[in-house]
């Protein structure tokens, strides 16, 4: 599908080597905005590790002062 595309966007008919050019750089968009989806949701992934670790920690404050 893609060598497709590649051998389309040097084509003689100026109508698909515009098409197929336009399709390379959506590809493009699509993939790079894949990547920072994905950055995005590990960002997320580390936030909410940190409120649950926060969250535990609090509990454990709280038992301590009750204890003293």
Do not use: F, H, W, Y
Not at 8 to 24: E, F, G, L, R, Y
Not at 26 to 35: C, D, I, P, S, T
């Amino acid at each position: 599908m893609g060598s497709s595309i590649s051998s389309d966007t040097n084509s003689n008919n100026p109508a698909v080597a515009q098409q197929a050019q336009k399709i390379q750089e959506l590809r493009a968009q699509v993939k790079a905005q894949k990547e920072i989806s994905d950055a995005e949701k590990q960002k997320l992934n580390g936030l909410e590790q940190q409120l649950k670790g926060a969250e535990q920690n609090l509990k454990g404050v709280k038992t301590q002062a009750k204890a003293q």
